[in-house]
């Protein structure tokens, strides 16, 4: 996948297409950029902008438009009308999504989008927008009013929505309870989505956030999926957060966090399935996902309780730990080693009426019977990958599901399994649905 930033230019790395970059790095993705304008700022201190000229703007987009095949688009700080109009021009007929973060002001104080620049980019930036992701006080500005009790959040989303953005997602309208809280406008409804809070002055968050919408939504997410993803990814990246140079931190992902933000988006996902409850069994559910070539349980990414029954919804209790799963990372770690591909696996209640929904759609399914397990394995408290190991031994394809019907005391379960939490979810999606 390739995915374009068109931005300004950040020395420091933490913010601007140097940014983006990282971002998409870490997604898998290549980074293509054009640079707007150059900055002088460092983690303290804004110093000085400088857009660059039409021409070189110009020749700059036409040089990656006309050769790369482009899956997605951020527009950062374009800074001036001249700059405005030509990105405009340019790409008013690309059909890819374009993800707007229209950025006014750094944190450091720094003037992004001249005042005078406003009114073009509402007429010109704001129209190419799939989403546009400004935070309170740039959704202030850019729908000329001030958030009160008469003037809402949801109307001044509503006014930018007008402008022409087909999605207008507010960060940060709300924190409190550790919590932060964005609110999401589509086409016809609106909603909140929210993540935990990290209370730190950082330098790159905002960047981050817009660089991991684009990339899900390049990936054929929906606004809501995509949502998630940056508030998850963002909300790694502040934690992660580095001091660098002498001022603020500037924002980090760690590696292993793709596994993480994978699995944690689909555990998202899953808690939010509709009567997911009634697949809950009674020792409840977990959700795993390895990295590649795991050699143990400490491989795989799980949670460390569960995903929990509470009534008729279900909760996560715990967190995502390596090693946090025992018995369905054995299951995994198992099929694992003799099918490398698949790395993510979930258990469900076993129920009839499941086995024979998987059947039906003739999912790949293998069984064990618990009942014929040798004294000496029960005693080792090997269970699962002697079982597992039984249900394969045949096998020449990856299975979809494995089960078994229980023991004297021991409650009946399914496994699915995956290449992806993703492809779980796939998989699930035909067998709840
Ligand atoms: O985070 C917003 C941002 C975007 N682009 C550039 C920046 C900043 C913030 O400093 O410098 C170039």
Known sequence: MNLLSVGGSDPSSGAGIQSDVKSFTKFGAYGLT????????????????????????????????????????????????????????????IKVPIVVDPVIKSTTGGILLEKKAVKDFQKYIIPLATIITPNKFEAEILSKSKINPKNTIEKIAGR??????????????????????????????????????????????????????LFSLSNKKTVRESVRFAKEFAHNSIKNAKRLGKGIMITDIEDKDRVFLELSESINEFIEIKNIYKNIPECQ???????????????????????????????????LTYGGSKHVATALLTVNKKFPDIRSAINLKYQKSTILKIKKLKLLVSSYDRTLEPNHIKNKGSTVAWGIKKAIKE????????????????????????????????????ITG
């Open 285 to 319: 559910t977990n959700f795993v996902y390895s990295k590649e070539k795991p050699k143990t349980i400490k491989d795989i990414l799980g949670i460390s309780g569960r995903i929990v029954k509470t009534g008729n919804n279900v909760t996560v209790a715990g967190n």
């Open 34 to 93: 054009v640079v707007t304008a150059i900055t002088g700022q460092n983690t303290s201190s804004f110093g000085m902008v400088e857009p660059v000229s039409k021409k070189i703007l110009k020749n700059q987009l036409e040089s990656v438009l006309s050769d790369f095949k482009i899956d997605g688009i951020k527009i950062g700080m374009v800074y001036n009308s001249e700059i405005i109009k030509i990105i405009y021009q340019q790409l008013k007929k």
């Open 160 to 213: 930018i929505q007008k402008m022409g953005a087909k999605n207008v997602v507010i960060t940060g309208i709300e924190a409190k309870n550790k919590k932060i809280t964005d609110l999401v406008l589509e086409k016809n409804t609106h909603y909140l989505v929210s993540g935990d809070k990290i209370s730190s002055i950082n330098h790159g968050s905002g960047c981050n956030y817009s660089a991991a919408i």
């Open 395 to 430: 096998l020449k394809l990856a299975p979809d599901v494995i089960f078994h019907k229980g023991d004297f005391g021991k409650e009946p379960m399914i496994i699915i399994f995956g290449k992806t939490p993703e492809n779980i979810l796939k998989k699930l999606s035909k």
